[in-house]
């Protein structure tokens, strides 16, 4: 039985364009309550869009990738303050195959700049997971609270494609409880960062 059918159940979800995702995701971002927020990252690569630091990355400009996170600073310092204000957590577990990919590297320094303020990340070595990969590899998971779970799509570049949604109470608590007991298994990034990501040399390539 695939890890999905064992958390959601017969539960039907509610398919959502990105178009449509994005503002339904947003619009109960704001009202997570205690239970916090939780996000599964299994995927090696990702299209980041426009994102200045990941363009710089694409073009082989390491140094200015890092630059550009650096910047970011205090934007990201007012958004994980105004968290903290609003009562809930926001938990990340990273999954990390080896050798780690360039993109993986060139993400784990972003979130080591967003852990400094707030965010919680928890890095799992893929082997980790192998016993729930029999089938498939783990979804891309984000919990909002007991209110939602989202399975989020991606096309084969990595590019955001919407996602599933489920509200279903079980289903969101069975999907928030998988996340958190990965989230324990894991490494907080800090240490894990320092041993692994930062004593290596600039990536080769965006992926």
């Given at each position: 039985?695939?890890?999905?059918?064992?958390?959601?159940?017969?539960?039907?979800?509610?398919?959502?364009?990105?178009?449509?995702?994005?503002?339904?995701?947003?619009?109960?971002?704001?009202?997570?309550?205690?239970?916090?927020?939780?996000?599964?990252?299994?995927?090696?690569?990702?299209?980041?869009?426009?994102?200045?630091?990941?363009?710089?990355?694409?073009?082989?400009?390491?140094?200015e990738?890092?630059r550009?996170?650096?910047?970011?600073?205090?934007?990201?310092?007012?958004?994980?303050d105004?968290?903290?204000?609003?009562?809930?957590?926001?938990?990340?577990?990273?999954?990390?195959?080896?050798?780690?990919?360039?993109?993986?590297?060139?993400?784990?320094?972003?979130?080591?700049?967003k852990?400094?303020y707030?965010?919680?990340?928890?890095?799992?070595?893929?082997?980790?997971?192998?016993?729930?990969?029999?089938?498939?590899?783990?979804?891309?998971?984000?919990?909002?609270?007991?209110?939602?779970?989202?399975?989020?799509?991606?096309?084969?570049?990595?590019?955001?494609?919407?996602?599933?949604?489920?509200?279903?109470?079980?289903?969101?608590e069975?999907?928030?409880?998988?996340?958190?007991?990965?989230?324990?298994?894991?490494?907080?990034?800090?240490?894990?960062?320092?041993?692994?990501?930062?004593?290596?040399?600039?990536?080769?390539?965006?992926?």
């Amino acid at each position: 039985m695939g890890i999905m059918k064992e958390l959601v159940g017969g539960a039907d979800g509610a398919r959502l364009a990105q178009a449509a995702y994005t503002p339904d995701f947003m619009e109960r971002f704001w009202r997570i309550g205690a239970e916090g927020f939780w996000k599964l990252e299994r995927m090696q690569h990702y299209d980041e869009g426009d994102f200045p630091s990941w363009l710089a990355f694409r073009r082989g400009d390491w140094a200015e990738s890092l630059r550009l996170v650096e910047e970011l600073r205090p934007e990201y310092e007012e958004y994980f303050d105004r968290i903290g204000e609003s009562g809930f957590g926001h938990h990340r577990v990273r999954i990390v195959e080896r050798p780690v990919t360039p993109y993986v590297q060139w993400e784990l320094n972003v979130l080591r700049v967003k852990y400094a303020y707030g965010e919680r990340v928890s890095v799992l070595e893929a082997d980790r997971v192998a016993g729930h990969e029999d089938t498939a590899p783990l979804p891309e998971l984000c919990v909002l609270g007991a209110e939602a779970v989202y399975v989020l799509d991606y096309t084969d570049e990595g590019v955001p494609d919407g996602a599933t949604r489920y509200t279903d109470p079980e289903a969101v608590e069975r999907s928030r409880a998988f996340l958190r007991d990965l989230y324990a298994a894991g490494e907080d990034l800090g240490s894990y960062f320092d041993r692994e990501i930062a004593p290596l040399p600039a990536p080769t390539g965006d992926r």
